[in-house]
Structure formats: structure tokens, C-alpha cells
């Protein structure tokens, strides 16, 4: 096995149950196999591309302009307070 | 009439040989009694359309003249659309409403359209078949036991059954070739970069890229003039000058130099979709093009690639769905999704960066080194644009990399950033589309759809052309 599911899924914060986790650990070493296929391309003093159409430092004026209300912006909020976003507690969790 | 083109549409509008209330009445009436059978639509927002073409109705009577004014356009649900739902095809999203517009969605309606609805896609764009859609699978017009392909499937779908005159798609590598190869329409995949992706749900970053699925190149071209250019919501849209597309159709192809790669005509390839590819190259060797065989980087490594970058990016974009500020909390993610996501997160974490991540970006820079190569030779490829036709319901099922592999043809231009477009071609004897891929430098979309416009034109009579989906 080369991928620690719940581990990963943690990371990912990403709820999954024991048969998932049989399931996706077949799945993902499956494809970790599958693109080990590029170790056979040499990329001895190859850059790496990111970028594809090569700009880089995209500059803009940092300057205020009209943007969402506050009503717009929690208007999809499933819990608010305030006009805030409301969120569970996340210190002392565990 | 909802079986008209944008610029069939247009003349008739123009010529007050309809309105667009009965345009759109036309598209609705069509979608009522298809659409069952398709499910090429997640959202429909009829009344909203029926108002937009009242509007549009007055203002051609008092003489307004806008690119799209009055036509019904169909948009893919990943496109964020100021007050109407947007899920990207997950029960993640099943009741985001977005306060806002995509660039595509803002630009398209200050071009007058009508928005028809939202179309159906792979949840997240993640697949090439819309079976990993939560609202269920599209099917094939064609054959409705088959896919539409996708992610763009509903789109692709909505366009080939004539329920809308024309359609917004995305592709990240594929997503908009693809799934207008298996329904038998035009998808132009643009350069990275040259339309905007600010509000677009984001799939694989250093890739997605929006463009039209229609019925015509003329459409596609006339469509790419009205999204193409600088956004200053996405920094990634390039400063490049964008070409006037309709205005360059119609040019001789007398002495273009078309490559041909046999690696492109892969092992396992329908011997059908071969058949009528290679059909297609001779008809454009007949108008002229100059047929030059070439030889490409091997397009299996770019299912390596992409899936390393993908769904290492995809982990990245999918971080944010938290439940916290819209739509519900991760325990609503589906296989496909939670598949890639771990994937991706595997790939990203520490001591496996440069494993993945970092060796995928390197051959990325190989395989556009190999592009830019063939293209001092060559001025496109052609090749075909998916190696199978439309392949059956179900056959996703417990293929974990079905969307990567399937794609094999598409992947390596995508991660190039390259433009390509998907023409049919004609048909197997299944009656199934076939699609044939041009792509171009960066950049090169006046070219590409060029030469896709000359191969319709010089093509415009011959028999398969006829051939309508029996709904």
C-alpha cells in the first residue's frame, strides 16, 4: 500500500468510511502505479512549467472599488450573527 | 426554429420573420419535450428567459443592435450566474444562488442574450461522461443509451438535440472537445488565457478554459469575438490582441501545412472514428492543405501529467467548499471528487512534491517544447479528437481514471495551453458522431477555425450533413 487514506483524507478534511477507505486505497495506488510511467522521461535540467502562456507578475493598482454588500456576500450563509459569518469553535477541539 | 443556428437566428429576428418570445418559446417547447429523455439541463430558467425576450423584442423594435440580442443561449452550470442556482452539477452546491457574474455570463448578456438555463456536467467538471453529475447522467441525442461525453455533456447534448441555439462550455483538458465529438457539434477549446475564467467554479487552475459548444464554426468564431480578451478578474487573461474571428473566415487553405501524426491514431483507436478522420484529412488535401506527416511527444505521458496536475490542483480548488459561506459541508462530496481530492492532496504533501507535482510540471515543459517544434514544421495538427465514439451508459462504473484515459487525445494540447477545435466529421454506421480536432499555437484561434470554417463549407452538401437526432 503506498497511500495512508485516512491519513490523506484527514488532511483533506474529507469524511470517509472503513469501506471507502478499502476502496480508495485500491483506486489511488492504482493510479500512483499508473503515472509512475513519467519516471521514464528524462527531465534531467528540465525547468518546470507552471505558466503555459509565460506571463508572470501580473501587477494591478491596488485601489478600493465597489464590491459585494455585506448582505450579498452572506446571503448564502447557512448560520450568521451579526452580519458575520458564524463558525463552530475551532480551538480547544481536540 | 429552435433547430436555427446564431446567425439563422439572428436574420430571422432581424427580418421580423419571428420574435424572440417565440424563439425562445420555440427552444422551451423543445426542451419540454425532449429533455426527459436527455436531462441535458440542471436548472431551466424559463420565466426569467421569457422576460429577457420581451425585452429583447422591444428593444429590436426600437432598433437596438447587439451581437446576441435576443438569441436563447444555454450556459454549463459551472459558470456563476448573478441570482440563479449554480452547482457545478454537486449537491455541495445544491442551493447556491451566486451574488454575482462570471466574466463569460457578464459579457453574453451585455451581448443581449436570452439565458435559457443551466447545463448538466460531470460534478465539478471532474469526467468525461456527466456520470459523476449528482443530478444524473446526460445522455447521447444520438443514442440515448449512450454518453454525451462531458465534462461539457449537457451543453454538447443541449446543442445537438436543437433545444438551444447555442451553448457555453469549459474544458480543463477536453471537457468541451470531447463531449461535442460524441454529439457530432463545434467545440472550440480557446488558448489558456484568452477568455476569462473569473467566475468559473475552479477545476484544474494552470488549465480551465471557457468557449462555445454551437452548430456552426461560423457561430464559434462569432461567439469567441464576443468572450475573448483581458479580464481584470483573471490575471491569466493575456494582453495578447485578440484577432476579429468571423471577419477572418473564409480564406483560401491553399498551402496550409496540415501535421498528421501517427501517434495520434493510437493502438485500440475505432477503426470507424480512423476511417472517417482519415476521409476528412483527404477532403482538405483536396482543398488544398498540405498533408505533412509529423512526429509528436508521445500522448501517453500527457494522461500522466494531467492527472498529476489536475487533481493536484483540484485538491487545492476544492479546499474552500466548507459550508461556511455558501452551499453545504464536505460530507456532500460524491466518489469522483473525494477520488481526486486525496489524490491531489497525496501529490501535493511533503516529501511527494517533487515526485509528482514538480516531475509532472517538468515533461509539461517537454511537451510544449515538442509543440512548439512540430509547429515550426507545420501550421496545425489534426488529429482525432477522441480515440472511441460515443461510448455506452455505465461505462465509468469502477474506472477510477475513465475521464484521463478517455481523453488521451485532448490532453497533451490542454497542457500545452493550446487552441483546438472539434468538428464532426461525419458518422460510424451505428449512426454515432465522429469528431476530427484542429489545433494551433497559442493564440492561433483565427487559423484554427479557419480551416475548420473552409472544411464545412467545402463539405456543406455532402450527405451526412442531413442527418438529424430521432428524439
Redesign the interface.
Known sequence: MK?N?SH??K??????TPS?VKK?EK??D???D??E?????N?EN????????G?EN?L?QDSAKPS?SQE??L?????RYNGF?K?DAILDNE | MNNLNIKQAKEGLKNKKFSSVELTKACLGRIKKVDSKLNAFVTLTETKALEQAKLSDKAIKEGVELPLLGIPIAIKDNFSTKGIRTTASSIVLD???P??DATVVEKLKSAGMVLLGKTNMDAWAHGSSTETSDYGASKNPWDIKRLPGGSSGGSAAAVAADETVAAIGSETAGSIRQPASWCGVVGLKP???RVSRYGVVAMGS?LDSPGPITKTVEDSAFILDILAGMD?FD??T?P?PKGKYLQNLNKDIKGVRVGISDQYFIKGIDKEVEKVVKTAIKDLEGMGAKIENINLFDP??A???Y??IQRSEV?SNL?RY???????G??R?A?EA??R???G??AL?SGYYDQ?Y?????????I?KDFEKAFNKVDVIIAPTSPSLALPLGATKDA??FGEIADVLVEPSS???LAGINIPVGFSNLGLPVGMQIIGP?FSEALVLNVANMYELNTKNALWRSKKPNL
Open positions: 497511500i487514506v490523506t483524507a488532511l483533506a478534511s474529507l469524511p470517509i471507502e480508495f483506486q489511488l492504482e493510479t500512483i499508473y503515472v510511467e513519467l519516471n521514464e522521461v527531465t528540465v525547468e518546470p512549467t507552471s505558466q503555459v502562456t506571463l501580473v494591478r459585494l450579498e456576500a446571503s448564502n450563509a447557512k448560520s459569518f463558525v | 442551493d447556491y444562488i451574488p454575482f488558448t489558456y488565457g494552470s481584470e490575471a491569466t493575456s495578447n501517453k505521458y494522461i500522466d501529467v492527472t498529476i485538491s479546499a466548507d459550508g461556511i459561506r455558501y452551499g453545504f464536505r460530507e462530496f466518489e473525494k477520488r481530492i486525496m489524490f492532496t497525496y504533501s509528482y514538480n516531475k509532472a510540471q517538468q515533461v509539461r515543459t517537454e510544449v477510477a481514471m497542457i500545452a495551453g497559442q
